[in-house]
C-alpha cells in the first residue's frame, strides 16, 4: 500500500509562475545564471542563491547561507510572490518536451515506506551531501524539488488524470528550453479519488532524487532527537508520481582524458579479451543492450560483449555500465572509482553526438564510450536485489522545475 500525503503547497501567484519557476541551481553555467539574477526579481534562484546578490558572502554550505536562503524564501511571502494553498491539495503535473508528455501527481509520500523499502532505491548516497541536505531542510523548513518516483501501470490514474487534464490549468506556460508547463491543483477534501488509486500501489521507485529522500528520512530523526516541534508534514516528503511508462531514460556517455600509458593499438588489443571488435565507418550510437561504442581519436570501433560475460548471473554485473567499469576502465585504463576520479567525465544523452565525437577528436579526451540506454525494468531489478548501480547510470526526464509546488515541513 503507497500512502499519499496532501499538503498546502507554498507557490507562485499564476500571473508569476513562469517568472518564479527554474531548474536546479546546478543546472545554469555561470554567466546564465548572473544573467537571470540580473534581469527577473521573480526568479527561485534569489532564494536557493542568496550569494548571487552582493550583500551576501556566506560560505558555501554554511548556516549563515541557509538563514539567507530562509530569509530570502520568507520575503518572497511578504511580498506576495508565493501564496499558499488554504486547503490541502494534491497537484496534477504535466511537462511537455517535443512530441515526449510527462503526466503525474505531486504529493507528499511516506518516510516509513521508504525505510522500509516500499521506495525502493537503486543507488548509494554520499554521507556527506546527506548531512548537507538534511542542514539545510531543517534550517530553511521548506523543500522545493519532488523526487521522482516511478510505478507500475495504473489504468484507473490513467481515467483519472485524463478528465483532470480536460479542465483549465492553474498555471500553463513554456520555457526557454522549449518544454511547456501545466498544472492543476486537486482540493484532497472534495476529490480524494487519488488516494485509492495508489493505495492500491505495492512499492515505488525512485527514479531521480536519492540523497533527497534520504535527507528527508534523516531529518525527522534529527527533529525528533533535538525535541524540535514535531509536524505532521515531517512524516513525509515531496515527490513527483509518475507512469514508469511514461518515464524516458537516457544514458550516460563516459570519457577519459587517457588511454594510461597504452598506444591506441595496444589499447584495442587489451580490449579484445571480453569483447568482440568492429570498427565502423562512422561514429552512432549502440543498437542493442551489451553493445559499447568506443571513440578512439578519429576512429569509431563497436565492442560486443562476449557470451562467458552476458551469462554471468548478477543483476549489476549485467549492466553494460558495469561491464565497462570491470572490464575497460578499472583494469586497463586504471580508474578506481568513477566518483572521484578526475581523469572522467559523464555526459547526458541529452548532448548531440556530433558533438561528444569531436571532444574526442580534438583530443580533449584520449577515449569516449557511448552506452546503451538502461531500462525502467533493469533499475527495477537491481532495487529489488538491493543492488546498487554505479555512478551516472540514468539520465531521466521528466526533470522537474524548483519552485513551483514548495512543501512546508513545519506545517
Known amino acids: 500500500m503507497s500512502v499519499i500525503h496532501p499538503f498546502k503547497a507554498i507557490r507562485p501567484t499564476r500571473d508569476k509562475a513562469q517568472l518564479v519557476s527554474t531548474r536546479p541551481l546546478a543546472a ?48 518572497f511571502i511578504e511580498d506576495g510572490i508565493l501564496i499558499q494553498d488554504p486547503e490541502d491539495s494534491f497537484y496534477v503535473y504535466r ?66 488524470l485524463d478528465k483532470v487534464t480536460k479542465n483549465r490549468p492553474e498555471y500553463e506556460f513554456s520555457t526557454t528550453d522549449k ?39 534523516r531529518l525527522k530523526d534529527t527533529i525528533r532527537k533535538n525535541n524540535q516541534a514535531v509536524f505532521p508534514n515531517q512524516d513525509f516528503f515531496l515527490a513527483y508520481l509518475i507512469d514508469e511508462q511514461k518515464l524516458e531514460i537516457l544514458e550516460f556517455q563516459r570519457l577519459v582524458r587517457h588511454l594510461n600509458g597504452l598506444s591506441a593499438k595496444s589499447f584495442l588489443k587489451a580490449c579484445e579479451a ?28 563497436s565492442f560486443k560483449v562476449k557470451k562467458e560475460i552476458s551469462q554471468i548471473k548478477d543483476v549489476v554485473k549485467q549492466l553494460d555500465a558495469q561491464i565497462l567499469t570491470d572490464y575497460i576502465l578499472t583494469p586497463i585504463l586504471g580508474i578506481e572509482d568513477l566518483k572521484t576520479s578526475k581523469d572522467i567525465d559523464f555526459v547526458p544523452g541529452t ?20 552506452l546503451f540506454p538502461a531500462s525502467i525494468d533493469e533499475v527495477k531489478e537491481v532495487a529489488d536485489h538491493g543492488g546498487i548501480m554505479p555512478p551516472k547510470s540514468t539520465w531521466v526526464e521528466p526533470k522537474m522545475r524548483s519552485g513551483l509546488t514548495i512543501y512546508n515541513i513545519n506545517e
Open 179 to 217: 518544454i511547456k508547463h501545466e498544472l492543476w491543483v486537486i482540493s484532497a477534501e472534495k476529490d480524494p479519488k487519488l488516494v485509492s488509486i495508489y493505495a492500491g500501489l505495492k512499492e515505488l521507485y525512485i527514479a531521480d532524487g536519492h540523497h533527497r529522500s534520504a535527507s528527508s528520512a
Open 351 to 370: 548532448r548531440d553526438l556530433k558533438k561528444v565525437v569531436e571532444l574526442v577528436k580534438k583530443e580533449e579526451f584520449k577515449v569516449g564510450f557511448l
Open 95 to 160: 511537462q511537455t518536451k517535443g512530441s515526449h508528455q510527462f503526466t503525474g501527481v505531486i504529493a507528499g509520500v511516506s518516510i516509513e515506506e521508504y525505510r522500509n523499502d516500499q521506495i525502493k532505491k537503486h543507488e548509494a548516497t554520499i554521507t556527506s551531501r546527506e548531512s548537507m541536505f538534511t542542514n539545510y531542510l531543517n534550517i530553511t523548513g521548506f523543500n522545493a524539488e519532488p523526487v521522482l518516483l516511478a510505478h507500475k501501470h495504473l489504468p484507473e490514474l490513467d481515467k483519472y
Open 28 to 75: 545554469y553555467r555561470k554567466h546564465i545564471l548572473r544573467a537571470k539574477l540580473d534581469e527577473n526579481p521573480y526568479t527561485f534562484l534569489h532564494i536557493i542563491h542568496p550569494e548571487g546578490d552582493k550583500e551576501h558572502h556566506s560560505k558555501a554550505n554554511s548556516v549563515e547561507r541557509f538563514e539567507a536562503v530562509k530569509a530570502r524564501f520568507e520575503s
Open 274 to 301: 571480453h569483447f568482440e571488435i568492429e570498427e565502423l565507418k562512422k561514429a552512432r550510437r549502440p543498437e542493442q543492450r551489451h553493445e559499447i561504442i568506443c571513440l578512439l581519436g578519429k576512429c569509431t570501433y
